[in-house]
């Protein structure tokens, strides 16, 4: 697959501080200077590798709080379908097909997704949860162990 790479006569130059409109994270995507001036393209590890969203998919997801759920589907999304645009319908369409997972679910889900890293059973796994958590439909990279004890839990 091509990767979607910076050309200053198509992108805006945002210099070192291009972040995915996504994930919000450092990523090579940039804003299009040239019709549609409405997209975002470029490459993000989290996000799946190549990039391209309308500004209002983005918001779309911003206003639904989702976008967990949206990286999750677009990592999914077969190679020849990363190079379209995704746009506002995609995105509600990809937000109301998203599953709800029970925490145990999501452990289960954090298995399976674990085993399809290796190459066999018992080799290591290239699972990465800075870059794959969106994969098991988790809000962040950061576990449930950083949250606070409730005040009922022994310790």
Not at 6 to 14: A, E, L, M, R, T
Not at 41 to 63: F, H, L, P
Request: aromatic share 8%; glycine share 6%.
């Amino acid at each position: 697959m091509k990767k979607i790479e910076f050309d200053p006569k198509v992108h805006i130059d945002i210099g070192l501080a291009a972040q995915c409109p996504i994930c919000a994270r450092d990523a090579e995507v940039y804003q299009r200077k040239i019709d549609p001036t409405d997209v975002y393209e470029g490459w993000c590890d989290r996000c799946g590798g190549n990039v391209r969203i309308t500004q209002s998919a983005v918001q779309e997801a911003e206003a639904a709080g989702k976008r967990y759920p949206l990286i999750s589907w677009m990592r999914r999304r077969p190679p020849e379908a990363r190079l379209q645009t995704v746009k506002r319908k995609d995105v509600a369409q990809a937000l109301r097909d998203s599953p709800s997972y029970t925490v145990l679910e999501k452990l289960d889900l954090l298995l399976s997704v674990v085993g399809d890293t290796t190459s066999h059973p018992g080799a290591e796994s290239s699972f990465d949860y800075l870059m794959d958590y969106p994969l098991i439909y988790a809000v962040n990279d950061v576990g449930p162990a950083s949250r606070p004890r409730s005040p009922n839990c022994a310790t």
